[in-house]
């Protein structure tokens, strides 16, 4: 099975910081790459796919890229409400299972 | 708007079956996307258990799936997960979510499942 792996597993950053949280797959995985964001107590919510699109209403200080067997996931300039965990999910091939990384934790600074 | 609401017992003893149902709202089931479940350990990762689509074919975690059945019911617009002999590594947080296939779009708000006697 591939793993992924996050890291940092915990950033302290301060608004307005641009801040990178990397995804590295145990073997080469297509684009079928997702970023969610999750707060204390919600649901993640979907951020990116596809490894680099945009989900409808996010905003567009978030952005994603990547291939092969590393992603990244960027905040272009950190705001107060993006305090959050973040995980990263990919789409194993057979069977279709989905696994998600360990997450990140981004904390004010 | 797609919602996703989950019901069921909070509460179930080792060894026994939970039982969870996800109504959905703002979208039929028959109209397509794969269905599933997700849980969460308190403190933890998320974990992906299962999918079914409007058909009723299914796609299980290896690591649960001699516990697990997912089903779906479309006149309800509803679809289930039942874990079979639970322990008290199964106490989570369960989501029901939409799933377009590679990422999930739509989660329900979580319920949470604690076992203990």
């Known amino acids: 099975d591939i793993q992924l792996t996050q890291s940092p597993s915990f950033l302290s950053a301060s608004v307005g910081d641009r801040v990178t949280i990397t995804c590295r797959a145990s073997?080469?995985?297509?684009?079928?790459l997702a970023w969610y964001q999750q707060k204390p107590g919600k649901a993640p919510k979907l951020l990116i796919y596809?490894?680099?699109t945009l989900q409808s209403g996010v905003p567009s200080r978030f952005s994603g890229s990547g291939s092969g067997t590393e992603f990244t996931l960027t905040i272009s300039s950190l705001q107060p409400e993006d305090f959050a965990t973040y995980y990263c999910?990919?789409?194993?091939?057979?069977?279709?299972?989905?696994?998600f990384g360990g997450g990140t934790k981004v904390e004010i600074k | 708007q797609v919602q996703l609401q989950e019901s069921g017992p909070g509460l179930v003893k080792p060894s026994e079956t939970l039982s969870l149902t996800c109504t959905v709202s703002?979208?039929?089931?028959?109209?397509?996307?794969?269905w599933g479940w997700i849980r969460q350990p308190p403190g933890k990762g998320l974990e992906w258990i299962g999918s079914?689509?409007?058909?009723?074919?299914?796609y299980y975690n290896p690591s649960l799936k001699s516990r697990v059945t997912i089903s779906v019911d479309t006149s309800k617009n509803q679809f289930s997960l039942k874990l079979s002999s639970v322990t008290a590594a199964d106490t989570a947080v369960y989501y029901c979510?939409?799933?377009?296939?590679?990422?999930?779009?739509?989660w329900g708000q979580g319920t949470l499942v604690t076992v203990s006697s």
């Open positions: 079914i689509y409007h058909s009723g074919s299914t």
């Open positions: 999910q990919q789409l194993n091939s057979y069977p279709p299972a989905l696994t």
């Open positions: 979510a939409r799933r377009r296939w590679s990422y999930i779009d739509y």
């Open positions: 703002g979208y039929s089931i028959s109209s397509g996307y794969y």
């Open positions: 596809a490894a680099s």
């Open positions: 073997q080469g995985i297509s684009s079928y």
